[in-house]
């Protein structure tokens, strides 16, 4: 299992943009999971749930941070070092400057680097303080820096059996292109909105379904995933492009959505109804940003089945302003159990996701699984409770209590792979039943 890593940037010319995106696409390459923001994007305090962190931050005039990254910085300088905030999350920062300005340069990254370490954070890397005056430009740095960072985030780490061919990870053609990109070729040689087109997409199954989003509706269930959850009952759907092993079709979007207008006399107000699952369909975000843009040109109700795990937040902007619900499946409120249980995945994504459903106003369902020994705690149903009571209280508009089953088992034997998650249970019925009854506390909608 490989942690999740998250890289933030800020930028007034381009240059920490550019940057990131070279940083993030070879983390990628080199097998690790990544997601990259604009901390202009998110709220701060999402970075306390993060497993590692890289900040990539220029100085502005007058020794400051740029002017995105101000809102993030005067934040830190808020919290009280004795709560030690980030003592779970693991860090590096990449500086941007030039030497030519002697009592600025890189004071922003400088900072930021002693800053964290004071909040409790743990470093990974001493932080790179980039000069812009170099001949071969901010690029040498990058290229001297990372295998650096891969070789201690993995030092630091308990997965001692990870292998990753640092030395021929920037020999490859695939890396120098990016090497030699503009900003645009840069943020964009892995750009999740590239990937597949918007005129077709793969899609696993079809079938009906009067729970998942409410009335009846069309069900599609989308091939590809960039969490690995131990208990994923879909494991057919986790990868996209063989159809010879997951068994997909390429669908159009307007082949779907006809299907679905269709169907739509079938529906509570006969105007057709529609949730996207897998796998996660947002991993292919341009497709379905074609079939929701048309179901809502049509009145077609829209629902879709996240992890809410996505490399890129305008994958949320393109897609959330043709969807009326989320359906989030949250595996657990503790940070270290939800990147456990999805073997590497991010909690800070699926509260990023909650924070865009909330910026779009698009109502949510969370749904929970119930595990025994490892989400059915007196801890796990505290941390459920806040939640509920927090500032997403008005986003979430029904709770799902799923008790633990193994019903894809079958797949992972015909697909000849190993069961990651065998001999586990849910909890007894008086646990889960006790727990629904808390939570109802705390919610007027909470189902099993």
């Avoid at 960072?149 to 640092?166: C, G, H, P």
């Avoid at 105007?271 to 497709?287: E, H, N």
């Amino acid at each position: 299992m490989r942690r999740h890593i998250t890289v933030y940037y800020s930028t007034q010319n381009r240059n920490s943009e550019r940057i990131s995106g070279i940083i993030y696409q070879t983390l990628l390459s080199a097998g690790f999971t990544t997601a990259r923001f604009n901390l202009a994007n998110i709220k701060p305090s999402i970075c306390t749930t993060l497993d590692t962190a890289i900040f990539v931050v220029p100085t502005y005039s007058m020794n400051k941070p740029n002017p995105e990254a101000r809102p993030f910085f005067s934040w830190l300088e808020g919290l009280n070092v004795q709560d030690k905030p980030f003592e779970n999350v693991k860090f590096a920062v990449f500086g941007l400057g030039s030497s030519h300005y002697r009592k600025a340069f890189n004071t922003a990254a400088i900072w930021l680097n002693e800053r964290l370490g004071a909040l409790g954070g743990v470093r990974i890397i001493d932080p790179l303080l980039a000069d812009q005056r170099s001949p071969q430009g901010y690029e040498k740095y990058v290229q001297e820096w990372i295998p650096n960072f891969i070789r201690s985030r993995l030092d630091i780490s308990e997965q001692k059996t990870e292998v990753v061919d640092i030395e021929n990870l920037f020999n490859s053609e695939r890396f120098n292109t990016v090497l030699n990109s503009t900003v645009e070729d840069a943020v964009s040689f892995w750009d999740p909105l590239n990937i597949p087109n918007e005129e077709q997409g793969y899609v696993h199954n079809h079938e009906s379904s009067a729970v998942d989003g409410g009335g009846w509706r069309d069900m599609f269930f989308l091939q590809g995933c960039r969490l690995r959850c131990k208990y994923c009952c879909n494991p057919d759907t986790l990868v996209m492009g063989d159809p010879e092993l997951h068994g997909e079709k390429i669908w159009t979007a307007d082949k779907l959505v006809d299907k679905v207008y269709r169907n739509r006399f079938y529906t509570k107000n006969r105007q057709g109804a529609i949730t996207m699952s897998g796998g996660d369909p947002l991993c292919q975000p341009r497709f379905v940003h074609s079939i929701l843009r048309q179901c809502k040109e049509k009145g077609i109700n829209t629902a879709l089945e996240i992890t809410g795990d996505v490399p890129d937040p305008r994958v949320f902007d393109i897609v959330m302003p043709h969807l009326d619900t989320a359906l989030i499946c949250v595996k657990s409120f503790n940070p270290a159990m939800y990147a456990e249980l999805t073997q590497g995945g991010s909690y800070a994504a699926f509260l990023q996701a909650m924070h865009q459903c909330q910026k779009h106003n698009v109502d949510v369902w969370i749904t929970y699984v119930l595990i025994e020994n490892y989400t059915d705690s007196e801890d796990d149903l505290k941390l459920f409770c806040d939640f509920l009571d927090g500032e997403y209280k008005d986003v979430v508009k029904r709770v799902e209590i799923l008790p633990y089953h193994d019903f894809g088992l079958h797949k992972y034997e015909e697909m000849g792979m190993e069961y990651p998650f065998p001999g586990e249970k849910a909890p007894e019925v008086d646990v889960i039943r006790a727990f629904k009854q808390k939570l109802a506390e705390h919610h007027n909608e909470v189902v099993v």
